[in-house]
């Protein structure tokens, strides 16, 4: 279909949509992936820091939590603040920073303006040197904040939880570990993040590829040469390269390893979407006029504002997501007062959507030399059906000598064998696959974590959520006393900025386990009413626009089957995440913990 007619056809552009996501369906869904760890054993272990031996710990903490990514420092930050000394981070990693720690992958960087993303940077004085922060520089903001308030000296890295049982007798938590300790704690949290299980494409041969393959997450510098910094990686001079997926992460390391590489293959299922980056670093002349006391809050809640949740004057971040949900206000805005019915809201919502989509679509067509490549690197969804990227070197990577596009028109790569990939009907030999298939979503809350959180009487988390999820403010749940699980379902749920949602709930952990502590009570935790009242609240909202059908297949709707009954719970505030971000900040503020039950 020509481009020029679609860009304001909207008939035309969903009936391609259709047919686009008609394609890309299987019937295996989920079924189609593998976990890195059960298939590949050798590439579970810690590519970054040796795990070294330690006896098991066997003490008492005040608080225990889960997970050392953003979420376990701002919280450990907080707790710090308010006095809570003996706070414990147990990691799977050997360091602090959670998914910063894993991926190291060259070209790794925050999406979301580094001023909102990286936390704590009011607290830490530190000035992000560029407007969208490369990993290295984010891995070491965590070290800087687990430095600064001490999280170091109680934490056990290269350590999984096993276990997490409530003791009712003891009023404690036994946490158990796979390196044999067994230790207790009065509250625990746990963040074990959304996205940190890799996943492999489920290929017939997978295994009997020869030479070399590593996920993302786990990049062998050893053999690549070059490092996370951006040093050129020599040793792929004289390699042919195999690159599985075209998601935010191989969008990110495509250009490096374009450069590197003697041939790169990109196989190709769904185009990205591709917008400009236009990341620069930051002034610190302009940094130092701009960060005033309560700066940090300032932008973020101004971010959020400008992707939709409310009507800032100005915009501080400026960026291709408030760029989205500004096009989208002035489209509703446009609309005569007696117009604005869900239903032409809906429509206003899919005319700025299409025709932000039509500009990246071009913007591909524009940068990439060879017209057939430009045309197969067109998205043809719904922006917000996939993660959308931004980058200025990803499209101009398939100008680079030796850089081939390997679209699959939905399918996919067919299989490995002994000496490379089949897309197509055709075989690339190659030295080396790249596995860019990113990380479980979808599958068992309990089965991500690892462990089973049990409260009490028995009842697990699965349990508990076994009809859909149930909060009180997406971070506690009735019948697991002191226990925090450190998440935006069910609190500003959609974010496009989750740090937000993390710094915001440290804060709600410290002001709840504050108040425990001067109340001298042994337990905090929601009554069953107030669970049940928070989730009520959240239904009466327009629901969860996660999950469409209509959209392309991906971990966004459950590969295209929809997220089931359950997921209806996986909403947020029904006024958005400025809605959520207020009330909790007046529920904070109230003093009186309304829903929460302090016991003896
Ligand atoms: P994704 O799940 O987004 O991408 C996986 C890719 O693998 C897709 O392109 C998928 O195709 C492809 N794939 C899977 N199986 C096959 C197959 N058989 N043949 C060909 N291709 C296949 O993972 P990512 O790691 O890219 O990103 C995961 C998430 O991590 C992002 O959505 C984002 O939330 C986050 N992220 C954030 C970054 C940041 O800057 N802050 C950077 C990187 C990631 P298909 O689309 O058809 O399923």
């Not at 997501?321 to 019915?341: F, H, Q, S, V, Y």
């Not at 019948?479 to 500003?492: D, E, K, L, R």
Request: proline residues 5%; charged residues 25%.
């Amino acid at each position: 279909m020509p481009d020029t007619a679609t860009a304001l056809d909207h008939d035309a552009l969903r009936r391609k949509y259709a047919e686009e996501r008609d394609k890309r369906l299987r019937a295996d869904g989920l079924g189609q992936y593998i976990r890195l760890e059960s298939e590949f054993a050798d590439l579970a272990t810690d590519p970054y820091i040796p795990i070294t031996p330690r006896d098991p710990v066997t003490d008492h903490v005040t608080f225990a939590f889960i997970g050392g990514g953003f979420s376990g420092l701002v919280v450990g930050a907080r707790l710090k603040e308010a006095g809570i000394e003996d706070f414990r981070i147990i990691e799977k990693g050997g360091d602090f920073g959670g998914t910063w720690y894993w991926n190291r992958y060259p070209g790794a960087q925050c999406d979301t303006a580094s001023m909102i993303y990286m936390p704590l940077l009011e607290e830490t004085g530190h000035m992000p040197s560029e407007k969208y922060a490369h990993a290295p520089e984010i891995r070491e903001h965590c070290s800087r904040i687990g430095k600064q308030y001490g999280l170091y000296e109680n934490a056990l890295f290269h350590t999984q939880v096993t276990g997490l049982a409530w003791d009712e007798t003891r009023k404690l938590w036994v946490v158990t570990t796979n390196r044999g300790d067994e230790f207790t704690a009065k509250y625990v949290g746990m963040a074990t993040g959304p996205l940190h299980v890799a996943k492999l494409p489920g290929l017939p041969g997978i295994e009997s590829f020869k030479a070399k393959s590593f996920h993302t997450s786990r990049w062998d510098y050893a053999y690549t040469g070059g490092d996370p910094e951006g040093a050129p990686m020599t040793k792929l001079a004289d390699k042919r390269v195999a690159i599985i997926g075209t998601g935010a992460t191989a969008v990110q390391c495509v250009p490096h390893l374009a450069r590197s590489a003697k041939e790169l293959f990109v196989f190709q299922r769904t185009p990205s979407s591709v917008d400009e980056r236009n990341n620069a670093p930051l002034d610190p002349d302009w940094f130092a006029q701009v960060s005033e006391p309560g700066w940090q809050k300032k932008w973020q809640e101004n971010f959020v504002g400008n992707l939709g949740g409310g009507f800032a004057a100005e915009d501080l971040v400026q960026d291709g997501w408030t760029d989205l949900g500004k096009r989208i206000r002035n489209e509703i805005m446009a609309l005569p007062m007696e117009e604005r019915t869900p239903d032409k809201i809906m429509a206003a919502f899919e005319g700025a959507d299409n025709e932000k989509m039509e500009e990246i679509r071009q913007r591909a067509e524009r940068i990439v030399r060879d017209p057939e490549a430009g045309q197969k690197l067109k998205a043809w969804y719904r922006q917000l059906c996939k993660r959308p990227c931004f980058h200025d070197q990803y499209l101009q990577a398939f100008n680079e000598p030796g850089v081939a596009l390997v679209d699959t028109d939905g399918q996919g790569v067919e299989r490995i064998t002994e000496n490379g990939v089949v897309a197509n009907g055709v075989e690339y030999p190659v030295d080396c696959i790249v596995y860019a298939s990113g990380f479980e979503v979808g599958t068992d809350y309990s089965s991500r974590a690892g462990f089973e959180l049990t409260g009490r009487g028995g009842e697990t988390v699965s349990e508990h959520w076994k009809d859909g999820m149930r909060t009180l403010h997406g971070l506690q749940l009735y019948g697991f006393p002191n226990a925090f699980i450190v998440q935006h379902t069910q609190a500003a749920n959609l974010i496009a900025n989750v740090p937000h949602n993390i710094v915001d709930h440290a804060d709600t952990v410290a002001a709840i386990v504050s108040e425990a502590e001067r109340r001298g009570a042994a337990t905090v935790e929601p009554t069953a009413e107030a669970e049940k009242r928070w989730v009520d609240l959240l239904l009466t909202g327009f629901g969860s626009r996660f999950g469409d059908t209509t959209c392309t297949p991906g971990y966004y709707n459950n590969e295209g089957e929809g997220l089931g009954k359950e997921a209806q719970l996986n909403v947020g505030h029904p006024a958005g995440p400025l809605g959520y971000f207020s009330h909790i900040a007046a529920w904070r503020a109230s003093g009186t913990f309304e829903g929460l039950d302090f016991g003896g």
